[in-house]
């Protein structure tokens, strides 16, 4: 059983940056791919970046939409895996939701075993 905490949302201006949390409880962290997925009000959950498991080396893929803005890294020692967002702009803003699938890179909803409550993120102009 692993259970996923997000932290790290709130309000930022156009251009600015977040650095998003999610804290996982749980043996075998590390065995985890991780993903972090967004939903905006009247549209589906869609995919933002992943992270393999640590054996994998973390291997990281993300969303063309993200591509050289997001970073996402993981600290398998704090069992935390993060989402630094650089130059937020008004399309970033969401629900952001992070999710764990073991053994495997969590590209999509169907692929995630355990999500988080997830944290707001709020850009204003």
């Known amino acids: 059983q692993v259970q996923l905490v997000e932290s790290g949302g709130g309000l930022v201006q156009a251009g600015g940056s977040l650095r998003l949390s999610c804290a996982a409880s749980?043996?075998?962290?590390?065995?985890?791919?991780v993903g972090w997925f967004r939903q905006a009000p009247g549209k589906e959950r869609e995919f933002v970046a992943a992270?393999?498991?640590?054996?994998?080396?973390?291997?990281?893929t993300y969303a063309d939409s993200v591509k050289g803005r997001f970073t996402i890294s993981r600290d398998n020692a704090k069992n935390t895996v993060y989402l630094q967002m650089n130059s937020l702009n008004a399309e970033d803003m969401a629900v952001y939701y992070c999710?764990?699938?073991?053994?495997?890179?969590?590209?999509?909803?169907?692929?995630?075993?355990?999500w988080g409550q997830g944290t707001q993120v709020t850009v204003s102009s």
């Open positions: 992270i393999s498991w640590s054996w994998r080396s973390g291997i990281t």
């Open positions: 749980g043996r075998s962290f590390s065995s985890y791919g």
């Open positions: 999710a764990a699938g073991q053994g495997r890179m969590v590209l999509t909803t169907t692929r995630a075993d355990y």
